[in-house]
């Protein structure tokens, strides 16, 4: 890979930034309610997971209860 200049470099990566395509407002509002939606849903299933072998442990165990 050839070196090439700072300013060249500069001018490189300006040229590629112009390329970049970058989301609309609303498709940005949409993919974060998607994150928030699928983050809860996750919490909600780990938490029943979580309570469902908590159960089967005091069960096997005979603990706390």
């Known amino acids: 890979m050839a070196k090439s ?4 470099f500069i001018r490189e990566v300006r040229q590629e930034a112009k390329k970049v395509t970058w989301p609309t407002r609303r498709e940005t509002g949409i ?3 998607m994150v928030f939606v699928f983050c809860i849903i996750a919490a909600i299933f780990f938490l029943l997971v979580d309570m469902l072998l908590q159960e089967g442990v005091k069960l096997l165990f005979g603990l706390g209860g």
Do not use: H, M, V
């Not at 200049?5 to 060249?8: G, L």
């Open 5 to 8: 200049s700072p300013a060249q």
């Open 31 to 33: 993919s974060t309610a």
